[in-house]
T-cell receptor
Framework: QKEVEQNSGPLSVPEGAIASLNCTYS??????FFWYRQYSGKSPELIMS????GDKEDGRFTAQLNKASQYVSLLIRDSQPSDSATYLC????????FGKGTRLHILP | EADIYQTPRYLVIGTGKKITLECSQT?????MYWYQQDPGMELHLIHY???????EKGDLSSESTVSRIRTEHFPLTLESARPSHTSQYLC?????????FGSGTRLTVV
């Protein structure tokens, strides 16, 4: 059974600080990794994709992938109250397997 | 800009009614998916399709059925709605890479 594990949170981070979200996955052959943001009552929105080891930066967001450790993370710099949401880690082999999500709360 | 549309956005119906939730995408994606999600809970895959005339059941047992007669259209049907079907239903599509989600249909069965 392929699994994607995330801490459910809530993770509380002061405004302006760095939020760090972590995810581990069980399938070593997975090739594609994604982070989705989901606001309460809304559908998931793709915010980052990463396919190779290392870091990928997009604005305030940085995704980090370590395939040897089967670990993917998302850093959010200069956290804003609008970043408060549930963040879903997703791993694709055939179909995408979603984690259960980490609730992030940015404290004003 | 995500071009995947779900209708209706909200639906309240009585027990025993037949309903169809619509999902259409204009991106030419071959793969389409239906997820069920209760508030604050995880996504559950209930159906997927890899192309026209191809449909498969997902990980969560569901009493719904789907069809894929056209690439762009992937409707989900409940023959007899029950209160246990109350949930949010999300449609998604992709060709490669990540999924693009529609806005969802929030279904309430009374």
């Amino acid at each position: 059974q392929k699994e994607v594990e995330q801490n459910s949170g809530p993770l509380s981070v002061p405004e302006g600080a760095i939020a760090s979200l972590n995810c581990t996955y069980s399938d070593r052959v997975s090739q594609s990794f994604f982070w989705y943001r989901q606001y309460s009552g809304k559908s998931p929105e793709l915010i980052m994709s990463i396919y190779s080891n290392g870091d990928k930066e997009d604005g305030r967001f940085t995704a980090q992938l370590n395939k040897a450790s089967q670990y993917v993370s998302l850093l959010i710099r200069d956290s804003q109250p609008s970043d408060s949401a549930t963040y879903l880690c997703a791993v694709r082999d055939d179909k995408i397997i979603f984690g259960k999500g980490t609730r992030l709360h940015i404290l004003p | 800009e995500a071009d995947i549309y779900q209708t209706p956005r909200y639906l309240v119906i009585g027990t025993g009614k037949k309903i169809t939730l619509e999902c259409s995408q204009t991106m030419g994606h071959d793969k389409m998916y239906w997820y069920q999600q209760d508030p604050g809970m995880e996504l559950h895959l209930i159906h997927y399709s890899y192309g026209v005339n191809s449909t498969e059941k997902g990980d969560l047992s569901s009493e719904s059925t789907v069809s894929r007669i056209r690439t762009e259209h992937f409707p989900l049907t409940l023959e007899s709605a029950r209160p246990s079907h109350t949930s949010q239903y999300l449609c998604a599509s992709t060709s490669f890479g990540g999924y693009t989600f529609g806005s969802g249909t929030r279904l309430t069965v009374v």
